[in-house]
Nanobody, 128 residues
Framework: QVQLVESGGGLVQAGGSLRLSCVTS???????WGWFRQAPGKEREVVAA???????????DYADSVKGRFTISRDNAKNTVYLQMSSLKPEDTGVYLC???????????????????WGQGTQVTVSS
């Protein structure tokens, strides 16, 4: 079993920054993590994803809409995955959810069905 707890959301003006955190716990080995965004009236979409294989290699993938503005990273010692968000736009508003997969993989997962564990989410609101 894996538990995920997100934090770091809030209200920010356009152009501002936020850093989201996702603390993971449990005995299973996690091979892939993802940050998804759920906006009102829209489908859940991947924002950033990362995975590792063959030891310490980390791969990262981003939605086109956030490339160059968001960065996903991981602190192994703290069992925490971060999403650093900069140059925020009103269209970045939504509930951000952290996801994890315990299935070995050679690439980041971009689809929600590829993840077996989810956090409760943290609200991000960007005002114009």
């Amino acid at each position: 079993q894996v538990q995920l707890v997100e934090s770091g959301g809030g209200l920010v003006q356009a152009g501002g920054s936020l850093r989201l955190s996702c603390v993971t716990s449990g005995r299973a080995v996690i091979y892939a993590w993802g940050w998804f965004r759920q906006a009102p009236g829209k489908e859940r979409e991947v924002v950033a994803a990362t995975s590792w294989s063959s030891g310490i290699t980390y791969y990262a993938d981003y939605a086109d809409s956030v490339k160059g503005r968001f960065t996903i990273s991981r602190d192994n010692a703290k069992n925490t995955v971060y999403l650093q968000m900069s140059s925020l736009k009103p269209e970045d508003t939504g509930v951000y959810l952290c996801a994890a997969s315990t299935t070995p993989t050679a690439r980041p997962h971009r689809w929600s069905r590829e993840y077996g564990y989810w956090g409760q989410g943290t609200q991000v609101t960007v005002s114009s």
